[in-house]
DNA sequence: TCGAGTCGGATTGCATACAACTCTCCCGTG
DNA sequence: CACGGGAGAGTTGTATGCAATCCGACTCGA
């Protein structure tokens, strides 16, 4: 592995964990004095980071992180319904009772965690989760699709998205894990895409939802007004 | 604009043009020496094509141009079939007049075109139906669809695509444009998106079509099941 | 006081030199 | 004769220095 890429999981590892916010500039000699690297691979990975969407290049000024808006958040979850249900689409007829085991196993392991809902639980759902769709990929055996979608999800959201979820949001989401399973196992890849897309859909309203308060949270709107008819 | 743009233009161009045919090695310091600049803009060009999935990169060892398989070709279409209809879904409802017209101009020059028939003109044809859907894609106004299609698009099989249609295929593409714009007009994003699909679908069955001669494309197989029937 | 021009600092863009790595070919050995 | 090891050439990976460009502040003039 060479000096540019180690930098370019550095900066990428920064940046989600907020060391590098959103707006700031991301300066080539500041990060090689640092690492002690000149700044020819710094630039490298810039220019990587630059292509995978993560930090905008502004001509002979630097790069900036990226600022996500509602509007970018929006477009990659309407291009999610569309390309994750083709990943189970595809996985259906393609995947092997051993990576079945696995999501099982994976799936058991977040429902669990999912009993608990403290943060730290919540933090390694998020985790789990990611495996899972990891997993989903690799079965659709698609380079392409693959590479779309590490390029289109950019977990900046989705790091903290599960802490969105309500309790019952939150189970929902293990359903549709357990459906999954159900639907590759008999191979009907137009079961597996219908959750799917209902597994994103939900997690859009989850993430469009004004940032509620855990009042909002526990009792949301819907729910008052199931009580009030 | 930088020295690195215009290599990473020039290189990609050659490619099109089969100047760097698939396998070959694109070497740092011989497209350095002809253009006069030191490897450092080469190298940048070069990084920019391998993430954009025109040349790979063996580490140590060079940059090499991609050779496109069967498969690259239909997980292609496969990912077109999903993302073209969406963008006239979300065209419909924001295209204005004035692109209508650009669109409506467009489909009436490739079908005076379409009636000559001579291989320049299904060339130009081409060109023109690049700019169809690059309009399409503009009115479609999501950043990150646009991206993803240039990246996947990729012109090195659609460059000689039409000349694999036969005369009633190119015809009908033409009438998918006709009521692509029809329904456009009309805001029906659903109408358009099953035209596109059905769009994208027959240019997949002209590519993917066992490549034909002059005979076979005249006299394809359904059509002698039909005489025989 | 406001505006235009200019100068300075900071940053990226590019060129060049050197280091590290990989592959191949050849030679020596079993 | 087959096989392993090592040297060499060629290529990429990295470091460093200089040039070009951009932004902001300051000054000068109206």
Redo the contacts between chains.
Sequence with gaps: M?AADRVYQIIKKRILDGQYPAGSYVREATIGQELALSRTPI??AL??LV???WVEAI?HHGARVVAWTQR?VE??F??RV??EP?VVRRAAPRIGAERLATLDDLAERMEALCERGDDASVDEIAQLNNRFHAELVAAAD????Q??LET?VQIPVSRRSFHRYTRDELHGSMQHHRELIRALSLGDGEWAASVMRAHILAARAAQLRPAASDEEAREPAFRRRLHRA
């Design positions: 060479t630039r490298e220019r990587r292509s995978d969407g001509p970018d477009e990659v309407e291009l569309l390309l083709q698609s380079p392409r699709l590479r779309l289109i």
